[in-house]
């Protein structure tokens, strides 16, 4: 008998716990234990937060569906039979919530899958250097115009010494200079601009060393592995 009292009194003290921890009062309404753990719900939400503060919204989400449960209970027993139906179907309608909630945070994880999936395929595309070298339409990267700065240096520096025993080889400067200039434009349009940037003077640092538009432009999409 004395057992049973005190069982009835620490379950008693759970309850009040539990009006508490919703900020609620025992003589609350149903429509407002409903709305509070609603609210509670949403406030505490650990997909909403960082993630250094996952874990405490998590924990005290958990609380708080832990102290709905108990006032549920609590007035399931000690309420009459409807009263506790009605406590069923609020019950009812949470889980239905709750459960909505998860297919729609699944929905936008699934398409932010395929978002970066198609990114992922796109940034992936085969992309093979000096493919086009005489062509001044699309994009290549930093690397290639930097290749090709290099080949073109080493090839004038070699023709012009041979220039002077052999005239003639100077012809061979039109597709040399041609090629430079192509390469240096598809250079230009990856930063997005027009190939005619490349005659301003110390633009091609920028070309050289700058980065390359994110994603497809107006001339191309991204030449990247």
Not at 11 to 28: A, G, P, R
Not at 56 to 80: P, Q
Not at 121 to 143: V, W
Request: aromatic content about 12%; some cysteine.
């Amino acid at each position: 008998m004395e057992q049973s009292k005190e069982n009835k009194n620490l379950k008693k003290i759970s309850v009040l716990q539990s009006y508490e921890e919703l900020n609620l009062t025992e003589d609350s309404s149903l429509a407002e234990i409903n709305a509070r753990y609603k609210l509670l719900l949403e406030e505490f939400d650990p997909e909403k937060q960082t993630d250094d503060l996952k874990e405490f919204f998590k924990m005290e989400r958990e609380k708080v569906i832990k102290s709905y449960d108990i006032i549920l209970k609590y007035l399931s027993e000690n309420k009459n039979t409807e009263s506790g139906k009605v406590n069923e179907e609020v019950k009812n309608e949470i889980e239905e919530l709750e459960i909505n909630k998860v297919e729609e945070h699944n929905d936008v994880n699934f398409e932010e899958s395929e978002k970066i999936e198609e990114e992922t395929k796109e940034d992936n595309t085969d992309y093979s250097m000096f493919k086009k070298p005489f062509s001044f339409e699309g994009r290549i990267r930093r690397t290639e115009y930097g290749i090709t700065v290099i080949i073109y240096t080493i090839i004038s520096s070699i023709m012009q010494v041979a220039v002077i025993e052999i005239p003639f080889l100077f012809i061979f400067f039109i597709p040399m200079v041609w090629f430079y200039l192509a390469q240096g434009a598809k250079r230009c349009h990856d930063r997005g601009n027009s190939g005619w940037y490349q005659i301003i003077p110390f633009y091609s640092l920028w070309m050289i060393f700058g980065n390359s538009d994110v994603g497809e432009n107006e001339y191309g999409p991204r030449p990247k592995k």
